[in-house]
């Protein structure tokens, strides 16, 4: 019964093609978020949702564009990607201001 | 701007010996700093935590102390086990009623057998 389960696991697609990753919690938790892992473990915020509305857009491209049709699923979808897209993609959950859940992650590699 | 120093990048420590992990914030306003630990190929998992008005805090063989004055948090590992081998992650909060944390650089724990 995972808390916050994301999918695909994996994702291996070309460059210039547009994906989709889907984030879901049964946690009950009023926000979420997507964060990027990049290959030196650093670990950036993307986009925050609080009960379906953006309150988080750090500095993305317009190429990835977050959407939340109720508040307990986040999906992250990517335009065009690109090689630097590469990473791993974690969304979290949080309950106001309490730690986060992570979710186990999408490894998305563009070739 | 937002930033969290981590220090140090990398630790190996023998089995049984003490672990410590340096943080440091910039923003005044941070009132929450959790830590996380991440294992080879798995997500961060929250370990412990300490809110602002709190100096320390422990549990069991791991703990968290916090100098709000010099903006200072450290996590200590008691004991240390081989299973303590992972990449741990400090965190700040940043700003208010987003619940926005900025993570530290990460630091690889190595416990030597």
């Known amino acids: 019964d995972t808390a916050v389960s994301q999918t695909p696991k994996y994702l291996v697609t070309q460059m210039g093609n547009d994906k989709s990753i889907k984030c879901e919690q049964n946690?009950?938790?009023?926000?979420m978020y997507w964060y990027k892992q990049d290959s030196k473990k650093f670990l950036k915020i993307m986009f925050s949702?609080?009960?379906?509305?953006?309150?988080i857009n750090e500095t993305v491209p317009n190429r990835f564009s977050p959407k939340s049709p109720d508040k307990a699923h986040l999906n992250l979808h990517i335009n065009s990607l690109e090689l630097g897209d590469s990473a791993v993609y974690f969304c979290?959950?949080?309950?106001?201001?309490?730690?986060?859940?992570f979710g186990s992650g999408t490894r998305l590699t563009v070739v | 701007g937002e930033n969290v120093e981590q220090h140090p990048s990398t630790l190996s420590v023998q089995e049984g010996d003490s672990a410590v992990i340096k943080c440091t914030y910039s923003?005044?306003?941070?009132?929450?700093f959790p830590w996380y630990k991440q294992e080879l190929g798995k997500r961060p998992q929250l370990i412990i935590d300490?809110?602002?008005n709190v100096g320390e805090k422990k549990d069991q063989r791991i703990a968290v102390t916090l100098n709000k004055t010099a903006k200072h948090f450290s996590l200590h590992i008691t004991e240390t086990q081989p299973e303590d081998s992972a990449v741990y992650f400090c965190?700040?909060?940043w700003g208010s009623g987003t619940y926005k944390y900025i993570f530290g650089t990460g630091t690889r724990l190595k416990v030597l057998a």
């Open positions: 979290a959950s949080s309950q106001r201001g309490d730690g986060y859940t």
């Open positions: 946690l009950g938790h009023d926000t």
């Open positions: 949702y609080n009960n379906k509305e953006l309150i």
């Open positions: 923003d005044s306003a941070s009132n929450y």
């Open positions: 300490i809110r602002s």
């Open positions: 965190a700040a909060s």
